[in-house]
T-cell receptor, first 117, second 113 residues
Framework: DTGVSQDPRHKITKRGQNVTFRCDPI?????LYWYRQTLGQGPEFLTY????????KSRLLSDRFSAERPKGSFSTLEIQRTEQGDSAMYLC???????????????FGPGTRLTVL | QQPVQSPQAVILREGEDAVINCSSS?????VHWYRQKHGEAPVFLMI?????EQKGHEKISASFNEKKQQSSLYLTASQLSYSGTYFC??????????????FGKGTLLTVNP
């Protein structure tokens, strides 16, 4: 079990550019989550997938953000026309889902740190 | 609504005990505790479900008071490796998914030799 992996680990971009992050969940985990974390804050929920279906999106997720999880495996998070306020750590987590019963646990990846200049 | 954690920061000497609290204004379905070291991913510690159960993980245990909508994390005989920021994540009853976690702002724990 290699855990949740994310790529890239760091991304520096100029304002207005588009960026895409990838998350590979723990194998056989049905649920995948994206969070955003800024300095001094806890992770903030962005969106969540059950297999390939995107079931919930936070109001934090503006139209510039889009996430996909084709085939229910890896997921991508794209930010279009980046703004300086998008600078943050983007965390991905996965969980087993219904098979774990009511004690479903989310395991986090190392995150992608985005800096928008 | 974001749960409120207290204290915001605590400094201990190795071997001392600490308690971290997490309170919610909404009815809780479960509470998840994580520890995050600087520059690393949050690491899962334990999950508590409604029912007031107490869970343990090494010398770290936690309780969940459903009626008071709060949870406490107990660290006993602290070790240097316990240093980090502790977050509680809460699942609340809502019209949407029960699976997203709402995290507090964290409690920075520093254990000194």
């Amino acid at each position: 079990d290699t855990g949740v992996s994310q790529d890239p680990r760091h991304k520096i971009t100029k304002r207005g550019q588009n960026v895409t992050f990838r998350c590979d969940p723990i194998s056989e985990h049905n649920r995948l989550y994206w969070y955003r974390q800024t300095l001094g804050q806890g992770p903030e929920f962005l969106t969540y997938f059950q297999n390939e279906a995107q079931l919930e999106k936070s109001r934090l997720l503006s139209d510039r953000f889009s996430a996909e999880r084709p085939k229910g495996s890896f997921s991508t998070l794209e930010i279009q026309r980046t703004e300086q306020g998008d600078s943050a750590m983007y965390l991905c987590a996965s969980s087993l889902g219904a098979a774990s019963g009511i004690k479903d646990t989310q395991y986090f990846g190392p995150g992608t740190r985005l800096t928008v200049l | 609504q974001q749960p409120v954690q207290s204290p915001q920061a605590v400094i201990l000497r190795e071997g001392e005990d600490a308690v971290i609290n997490c309170s919610s204004s909404k009815a809780l379905y479960s509470v998840h505790w994580y520890r995050q070291k600087h520059g690393e991913a949050p690491v899962f510690l334990m999950i508590l479900l409604k029912g007031g159960e107490q869970k343990g993980h090494e010398k770290i245990s936690a309780s969940f008071n459903e009626k008071k909508q709060q949870s406490s994390l107990y660290l006993t005989a602290s070790q240097l490796s316990y240093s980090g920021t502790y977050f509680c994540g809460t699942e609340t009853f809502s019209g949407g998914s029960n699976y997203k976690l709402t995290f507090g702002k964290g409690t920075l724990l520093t254990v000194n030799p």
